[in-house]
């Protein structure tokens, strides 16, 4: 799996379709969802071309709310978040991969539905030509990140859930991870963010915690009020990813990102993170949240990015779903050519 630095061929979302998260046809809030996710679409659409999924009968709403820049695909949908739906891809040599997880719904949550989604992945592979990789595992892309040199971040409480796989040792874990993504050494964070652990979290995805930026280089989402109770989750955290090696060897040098001020949000703790961002072609999108720490984000992204233009967009508008930018979006990366 290449590191999500490196040259993309495409970005794949999907469509907010009405549901339980996102509310019925015509409410209120499906269509703020869709706002906001059309926005994320059309400005990766101005460095790289992307392709929506729409659920059948919607596709031409999508098509009004996003442009001609954007390419929209009709196809039964339970749900709107391609980085857990969608494939994982890998490259070959000049061979396109797609590993299709097994995917039950975040660990086969209450209010989840994914007789569709759990198809999207194979999907996906078809309409671009990758060959699928049908994986025993079942895992979300959100739930995993890579810095394309070897190693892994995972968490304990995702891919050893035991509504996700249970009875899985951590070493079975490993095996299937590194068989199907080409890693070979993988870093266990102990858990997620508190809210991620609530009736609508993943119980714990490492993309609003914790992801490689360069190679050596890793960014960690950083609470710095006492009075939340991922100031000490992040501190666990930043200080087991400042110990670890990759898989060369080398220490990594960690990047602390501090979470937004804003610490309640709907009566619970906030989970608002700069860290769940998306990497493309010579640009980053990363969601704001109207707060006073958003200028200093942005300052740190700069240099952690240099010669990507950071791109804003609505971060409150998609984590009040449950996610945020890189939640949305799925990399398909261009195969033959790799920049380090």
Same mark, same amino acid.
């Given at each position: 799996m290449p590191a999500e630095w490196e040259p993309h061929e495409r970005t794949w979302m999907a469509f907010p379709p009405p549901n339980d998260t996102f509310g019925d046809e015509g409410s209120d809030t499906l269509k703020a969802a869709r706002l906001a996710w059309s926005d994320v679409a059309k400005i990766i659409a101005k460095y790289e071309a992307v392709t929506l999924i729409a659920d059948v009968g919607q596709g031409a709403a999508a098509t009004a709310m996003t442009g001609p820049d954007v390419t929209v695909i009709e196809r039964p949908l339970d749900d709107a978040w391609m980085r857990d739906i969608g494939p994982t891809f890998t490259v070959d040599g000049a061979r396109l991969g797609a590993v299709d997880w097994v995917f039950n719904g975040w660990g086969a949550q209450r209010w989840a539905a994914w007789k569709q989604d759990a198809r999207v992945a194979s999907d996906v592979a078809q309409?671009?030509?990758?060959?699928?990789?049908?994986?025993?595992?079942?895992?979300?892309?959100?739930?995993?990140h890579v810095d394309g040199a070897g190693t892994v971040l995972l968490t304990e409480t995702v891919q050893l859930d035991s509504q996700r796989n249970p009875g899985w040792s951590r070493e079975q874990v490993e095996t299937e991870i590194h068989a199907q993504l080409g890693t070979n050494h993988a870093i266990w964070l102990p858990r997620g963010l508190t809210r991620d652990y609530g009736e609508f979290g993943t119980r714990g995805h490492v993309d609003i915690v914790a992801t490689f930026v360069s190679p050596g280089v890793?960014?960690?989402?950083?609470?710095?009020?006492?009075?939340?109770?991922?100031?000490? $989750?992040?501190?666990?955290?930043? *200080?087991? =990813?400042?110990?670890?090696? !990759?898989? +060369?060897?080398? /220490?990594?040098?960690? $990047?602390?990102?501090?979470?937004? *001020?804003? =610490?309640?949000?709907?009566? !619970?703790? +906030?989970?608002? /993170?700069?860290?769940?961002?998306?990497?493309?072609?010579?640009?980053?999108?990363v969601g704001v949240f109207d707060d006073a720490n958003d200028d200093a984000a942005l300052d740190l992204l700069v240099r952690i990015y240099p010669g990507r233009r950071i791109e804003r967009a609505n971060g409150r508008g998609i984590f009040s779903f449950g996610g945020g930018v890189h939640c949305i979006t799925q990399q398909q990366p261009r195969v033959g050519s790799v920049d380090k």
């Open positions: 309409q671009c030509g990758g060959e699928v990789h049908h994986s025993i595992l079942t895992n979300e892309g959100g739930g995993i890793v960014a960690a989402h950083r609470q710095l009020d006492p009075a939340h109770p991922d100031y000490d $989750v992040t501190k666990e955290v930043i *200080a087991l =990813l400042r110990a670890a090696r !990759d898989s +060369s060897g080398r /220490s990594f040098e960690v $990047v602390e990102i501090p979470a937004p *001020a804003t =610490l309640e949000i709907d009566d !619970d703790w +906030s989970d608002f /993170s700069y860290v769940n961002h998306y990497v493309g072609n010579g640009f980053v999108v």
